[in-house]
């Protein structure tokens, strides 16, 4: 449509989007329609480019964001001028920003079901990608958008949304999904800002809490099992959820909400900044502002490194990165691991309840069931020995001395010098763990 009046908006969106703007068409290609609900929403300052429309996104909540929707050229020589045209655009709209749209070019090979590539553009998307430091939202339900409705068809992924960190670590729960296309030979777009797939808090071992004072007795004292349980799995698994329970108990108690403590101590900070403008500080004040900003220093590099851990990235030094990259790389993990629905029995099922409860019949049913025994042997009415008194062994704590004492009565005279053992431990999710011990003889 080259004209779009409040008429037309009404009629496709409803009336509650009663701000929009627009970029109008050239014959098939190249229109734009933006439009909000003032009531959620106010889009503000909006800025007309060739191929793109910007405006200032402004929400109750979450104060405001930059918004760009694109809608690419398809000739190449134009592309480059686009992917300028967006350069200079970002340099106009600091702070959080979204780019959404048809680009009409693609950043991997993967993204185009033939291999009819035009490399060059490639390479220049993801040069600019790579420039302004932005992330595409993962899409959930296709692997591409666009189909050029043939028999055997020609299909790419040119339809994206993508995100500077700091809009990605506003809205972490956001979540991108491609629908029906309908009548269109393109995949709609819906993103969702806040999807509420906030998983339960599971328990994660942090690393540092080997660092800190008690963290043995801690786990001597969680390390425990009703007497009521006999069967040594059950017996095992009821440690684990004990001790996670207790370290979790111990690590509020030890450590407690670190961001809390960090806004807290910069208060004060802050407050003891606004007494120095005005006269000296006392020793006690001076004291307490010294104290303050090194306790701040620590436990940022603490945050940080928490952060570091729960985004599983092994292979960056230490000072070559913020907290921020961390959190956005778990956050990509988690949009990415999570399941918008299930089909169970013909039904689409998206409630997160329902969806845990079919994995866990599922689960339960290829484990099977516990059945009685219908017979079972008397040892002694045999003659046979009972063992019974290894078995009662297999709840203990394992100490340190017990293991070197198996490692040693196992590794024979004849091993090198230097022999590497792999010690493995499950943990509660069954995963393994491992250490390397060297012995030298």
């Not at 009336?15 to 929403?41: C, H, K, M, Q």
């Not at 680009?103 to 220049?124: G, P, V, Y």
């Not at 979540?175 to 797939?197: E, K, T, W």
């Not at 030094?317 to 956005?328: M, P, R, Y």
Request: proline content about 2%; hydrophobic content about 40%.
């Amino acid at each position: 449509m080259a004209v779009i009046d409040r008429f037309i908006v009404n009629q496709c969106l409803g009336p509650s989007f009663d701000g929009f703007d627009y970029l109008p068409a050239e014959e098939t290609r190249g229109g734009i329609l933006v439009a909000w609900n003032s009531e959620v929403l106010q889009v503000t300052h909006i800025s007309h480019d060739s191929y793109s429309i910007t405006g200032e996104v402004h929400t109750r909540e979450d104060g405001r964001w930059c918004l760009t929707v694109v809608y690419g050229p398809r000739d190449t020589h134009d592309k480059r001028a686009f992917l300028d045209e967006l350069s200079v655009r970002r340099s106009l709209c600091p702070g959080p920003w979204m780019i959404i749209g048809d680009f009409n070019m693609i950043l991997h090979a993967c993204e185009k079901n033939n291999e009819n590539l035009d490399r060059r553009t490639m390479a220049a998307f993801r040069n600019f990608v790579n420039t302004e430091e932005l992330k595409e939202v993962y899409m959930h339900g296709r692997t591409f958008t666009w189909s050029n409705e043939r028999r055997v068809p020609t299909l790419s992924k040119i339809d994206r949304a993508l995100v500077y960190v700091d809009w990605d670590l506003n809205y972490p729960n956001s979540l991108l999904q491609a629908i029906s296309s309908a009548v269109s030979d393109h995949a709609p777009l819906h993103l969702s800002m806040n999807a509420g797939h906030q998983s339960k808090k599971r328990f994660r071992f942090e690393l540092f809490w080997l660092n800190l004072e008690g963290f043995q007795e801690a786990v001597q004292e969680g390390w425990r099992c009703d007497a009521r349980f006999t069967d040594p799995f059950s017996r095992l698994d009821e440690c684990y959820k004990n001790l996670a329970t207790h370290l979790q108990a111990w690590s509020a108690a030890k450590v407690g909400n670190i961001k809390l403590q960090i806004a807290m101590a910069n208060l004060v900070i802050h407050r003891l900044d606004a007494a120095q403008d005005r006269r000296i500080l006392t020793a006690q004040e001076w004291w307490l502002r010294r104290s303050l900003k090194h306790l701040v220093l620590g436990l940022s590099s603490l945050e940080r490194t928490m952060a570091r851990q729960r985004s599983r990235m092994r292979w960056i030094k230490d000072g070559d990165a913020n907290s921020k990259l961390f959190h956005d790389v778990a956050n990509g993990r988690r949009r990415r691991n999570f399941i918008p629905s299930i089909k169970h029995n013909g039904e689409v099922i998206t409630d997160q309840s329902r969806k845990e409860e079919i994995f866990f019949d599922a689960y339960s049913g290829l484990l099977g069931q516990i059945n009685n025994k219908e017979f079972s042997l008397d040892l002694q009415a045999l003659g046979l020995p009972s063992r019974g008194d290894i078995l009662e062994d297999l709840g203990d704590i394992f100490s340190e001395e017990g293991v070197w004492k198996v490692i040693r009565k196992y590794l024979s005279i004849e091993h090198q010098d230097k022999t590497a053992l792999w010690v493995r431990s499950t943990t509660k999710r069954g995963l393994l763990s491992r250490r390397k011990l060297w012995r030298r003889s």
